[in-house]
């Protein structure tokens, strides 16, 4: 990585900076009306294929509590929720996202979402309360990059279940934590979002620039959503937080004793972007699931922007672990306000898996490690040794 001018070299190996360090040659139109005030991600709406199988997988295996179901669809929440869900499994013909959904400040939060987005000549469908249960009047829209979204304020409130203890198992999610999104191209995105509002935590880029990632927030932790680079748009996944990393174990541990370690995707382990220790399932329609716990805080107005080079093998994971594959290539579809699953574009820039992992898609690189070696050790090929 270069370095420049504006950004500073830590002994942690990353870059800081006060202003996110990306550039967009093609940006969406900035909207002269100002963006909602969004506080939070609040729940993903999920298009399942078996509505009892997903439910079993949801409640049964991973603990979160149903706070209303019918004969289509399930809401659930985690443990420390005081709001209606933060996941709807809807069942459908078609695995895939109906929603991305975020609440705003106030009621009138709700206009302004539908003035911002109507500017940019984007679908936009305001809908009464009833139509998602639990859930007041809504906004959705299909965003300029091809996402589902919804914003809403109002919403029934439900018992916050943090002190039921009798309630808690070893692998109890407490938070639904972000979502992620796929898509082609990162900058773009990126401006976009910090134009809704959104402001950059961390970022991967190589030495000319390429962004290859990017995470943003609105409330004070790591992200609300990121941004990963690749043919999109799609989902990559949707995160819930647990108290501890142990809990996270335990979940593995759940999962093995299920004869259900094919769930598991990538990980145990502790990221590089984020700090977070985390675990990556999929659940039975392939949709990715991120376990997520302690990120850190980043509510001060010059919190730092942190940059990494998409050649250091520490930032995807913080012990040098490779990524599998499939998390680079795999990611549920998006579907439109008719219900439709959303065309997906290719991406165009270069590849986080290209450029970091070998031609057997499994391996890691570092920087400045041209010839492959590193300390004498293989670089290029599988962590230990070079065989598969
Ligand atoms: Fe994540």
Known sequence: MTHRDDMTLTSSGFYVSQEAPISCANP???PSVPAPDILRCAYMELVVTDLE???????????????????????????????????????????AV??????VRTPGDLDKAVAFYTELGCRVERRAEGFTKGI?????????????????????????????????TPGSLVRLDHFNQVTPDVPRATKFMQDLGFRVTEDIQDEDGTVYAAWMRRKPTVH?????????????????????????LAICDKLGALRMSDHIERGPGRHGVSNAFYLYIL??????????????YTGDPDNPVVTWDVH??????????PVVPSW??????????????????????????????????????????????????????FKIGNQL
Not at 60 to 70: A, K, N, S, Y
């Open 328 to 381: 680079y290539t795999e990611a549920s579809l998006v579907l439109d306000l008719d219900g439709n699953p959303q065309p997906v574009i290719e991406r165009t820039d270069s590849s986080e898996m290209e450029v970091t992992i070998g031609a057997d898609g499994f391996s890691y690189t570092r920087a400045d490690d041209e010839s492959g070696s590193y300390h004498g050790q293989a670089s290029k090929g």
């Open 312 to 321: 250091d093998n520490q930032r995807r994971d913080w012990w040098g672990n």
């Open 224 to 248: 609300d959503t990121a941004m990963t680079g690749g043919n999109g748009p799609r989902m990559h996944h949707v995160a819930f937080a647990t108290h501890e990393k142990h809990n996270i």
């Open 98 to 103: 109906a929603a991305f959904s975020y609440r």
């Open 283 to 296: 659940d039975p329609d392939g949709h990715r699931v991120e376990i997520y716990t302690q990120d850190y």
């Open 136 to 168: 007041g009047d809504s906004v959705r829209v299909e965003d300029p990059l091809g996402f589902p979204y919804e914003f809403f304020h109002d919403v029934e409130h439900v018992e916050r279940l943090a002190w039921r203890y009798d309630l808690h």
């Open 53 to 95: 199988r997903s439910r079993n997988f949801y409640v049964d295996v991973l603990g979160l509590t149903v706070t209303e179901e019918d004969e289509n669809a399930v809401y659930l929440r985690s443990l420390e929720e005081f709001i209606h869900h933060n996941l709807v499994l809807r069942k459908g013909p078609v695995a």
């Open 28 to 30: 969406v139109p900035t």
